[in-house]
């Protein structure tokens, strides 16, 4: 069974950092991409970056230049540091894969974790 599970979430003041981790766990073939969404109250779930196999990345307009996402394939983990980070940033944020297991590829997500900006 493929299991996400973040960490890194938190309250931080604006102008702030967080770091994001994303680790993948079970019996997997190949992890695709990789990717981090965000949820706001009342708001649809948004990519905020993708990050492919090869390493092509992916931003949201809003967080180019302060996010930037990054992987470590041989733990299985994709990371998201967010520097300057605005209370308009403030989501549940989605841990996201694209993963082959035998001969299916599906995608997966994690729990989400809570990121609270203050001003």
């Known amino acids: 069974q493929v299991q996400l599970v973040e960490s890194g979430g938190g309250l931080v003041q604006a102008g702030g950092s967080l770091r994001l981790s994303c680790v993948v766990s079970?019996?997997?073939?190949?992890?695709?991409?990789m990717a981090w969404y965000r949820q706001a109250p009342g708001n649809q779930r948004e990519l905020v970056a993708r990050?492919?196999?090869?390493?092509?990345?992916k931003y949201e307009d809003s967080v180019k230049g302060r996010f930037t996402i990054s992987r470590e394939n041989a733990k299985n983990t994709v990371y998201l540091q967010m520097n300057s980070l605005k209370p308009e940033d403030t989501a549940v944020y989605y841990c996201n894969a694209d993963i082959t297991i035998d001969y299916s590829t599906n995608e997966y997500w994690g729990q989400g974790t809570q990121v609270t900006v203050s001003s």
């Open positions: 079970g019996s997997i073939f190949r992890i695709n991409h």
């Open positions: 990050i492919t196999s090869g390493g092509s990345i």
